[in-house]
Every structure is written in C-alpha cells, then in structure tokens.
C-alpha cells in the first residue's frame, strides 16, 4: 500500500487506521519520497514538503482519530487535517446508530471554523457522504474536490465494488483543478487523490 500510494506522486499523503506496529513500516517505505511526516494517533500525514506545528484534533473519541499541520509549500502556507470519523453501525436493537459520528463531525467542524488559516485541505474518512446533512458542521465550510472538478462518481467504498464516496477530499481557499480514485490497495477503501492551486 505505502509503495502504491508513494508512485501516484501526490505532495502530500494521509493516511488512516493507522495501526501501531505498521507505522515503521510506512516510516521506511516512504521516507525516500516523504521526508516529513506525523503521526497522531491512528492518523498520519508525509509530505514531500516540510510540515510544522502537526498536533492532534480533538473529535470527542476518547482517543486520537484526526490531527493537523502545516505544509509549508513555496506558494505559502496550507493548513491541512486528517481526520477518521466515527462509522455509522446497524444494531438489532436500536437500528442506525450515528450518534458518535455526528458528535465527532461537530467537534471537527468547530475546530475548522476556529481555524484562521487561509487555506485549507481535509483529507480523510467521514463516513458520509456530502448529502449527509448530519455532516454539515464540516461540509458547509469547505468545498468538495470532487464535486468541484471531480472525474466520475469518486466512489470510494466499498472498495471492492465502490457505490458510496465516504472518503472526501475538501478544500479552502484553494482552487480544485482535478479529483479521482486511485487503484485499489490491500484497503476496503479505495485512496482517493486530487489536484489543486494555491
């Protein structure tokens, strides 16, 4: 996976569900390409460029499941977060359970809107898709890459057979120029890439 998405030739990589002992092994495998990186939590971001102030995003999960950074580009400076929300679960019992979702989407959208940078990516996991209303705390503030200059549907999971874009890419104060799924890894995910311009 980590010499698949090195070769797609993004500046920047995020990555989730980061377990403990694979973190070595992406620190190896993308060192070479990825001189800069942190990981926080099951989160982690490389970068070809260097990053600073990289610190955790409280998301209300009791352990750390988004961060962000500064990358610090020749354009200036982009401020970017990787974040893994909650799944949405089917109980017998009570149905659809989303709760902890929604709370952690909340949390991370007020830490967006606290945020004063200038530009703004997020990358990550939010298992939902951008018509998910209960999304809206991260979704009104920030413009998908996809729906801005996106090739295809973007699907991203199951990754087996992709009918839903739960993974997103999403932007401020920058301009989309491109958005698309790279090829499948050993992930149930498929890793999605976009261009843009500072």
Not at 47 to 53: A, H, N
């Amino acid at each position: 996976t980590a010499r698949g998405l090195a070769a797609s030739g993004a500046d920047v990589l995020a990555l989730e569900e980061l377990k403990a002992d694979m973190v070595p092994v992406y620190e190896r495998e993308l060192a070479e390409k990825y001189p800069y990186h942190s990981v926080q939590g099951t989160v982690g971001l490389w970068s070809r460029l260097p990053l600073r102030d990289a610190r955790p995003v409280d998301i209300h999960m009791g352990w750390t499941r988004a961060m962000r950074a500064t990358v610090v580009a020749p354009q200036g400076e982009l401020r970017v977060y990787v974040a893994h929300l909650p799944s949405v679960r089917v109980k017998l019992n009570a149905g659809f359970t989303a709760n902890q979702r929604d709370t952690s989407a909340n949390a991370l959208g007020e830490a967006i809107a606290n945020d004063r940078a200038e530009r703004i990516v997020l990358l990550g996991d939010l298992n939902g898709t951008m018509n998910d209303r209960a999304l809206n705390a991260v979704t009104s503030q920030l413009r998908s890459t996809q729906g801005a200059a996106g090739d295809g549907f973007g699907f991203s999971w199951p990754a087996s057979f992709p009918m839903a874009r739960i993974d997103q890419i999403l932007v401020r104060g920058v301009e989309p120029v491109s958005s698309w799924a790279l090829p499948e890894t050993k992930s149930d995910h498929l890793p999605l890439a976009a261009r843009v311009t500072l």
